[in-house]
């Protein structure tokens, strides 16, 4: 009988934090620090070139107020829109300003 009433004393407890975390997180007790810009630039980056084909290109990124720019030449207009769906998915990116150009 001791031994249930332990095992609900830990599951309470575990619960009723579990239940305080989610309270204070939802009030903004907890901060989750935003990137610089900086620190977005350069993630941005890293996930482009984890593509193979669009770190042959060799784009540069850049971010100012959390709206991230890239720069460089495409060889057709998928590679830009795969850029941009890559640079949307990072968090702290607000929004993706595309200035790939068209290689002649």
């Known amino acids: 009988m001791k031994r249930f009433a332990s095992q609900t004393l830990l599951l309470a407890a575990l619960a009723f934090s579990g ?3 989610t309270q204070a997180y939802a009030e ?3 901060a989750v620090a ?3 810009d900086a620190e977005l630039a350069a993630s941005v980056k890293q996930a482009l070139d984890s593509d193979a084909e669009l770190k042959a290109l060799g784009l540069k990124v850049s971010s100012n107020k959390s709206e ?3 720069e460089g030449q495409m060889s057709d207009d998928q590679q830009m829109f795969r850029a941009g ?6 968090p702290g990116v607000k929004f993706v300003i595309n200035k790939m150009e068209l290689k002649n």
Do not use: L, R, Y
Not at 85 to 90: K, L, S, T, V
């Open 19 to 21: 239940a305080f975390a």
């Open 28 to 30: 903004g007790a907890v």
């Open 34 to 36: 935003a990137p610089t």
């Open 68 to 70: 991230v720019t890239i």
């Open 85 to 90: 769906q890559i640079a949307e998915q990072i």
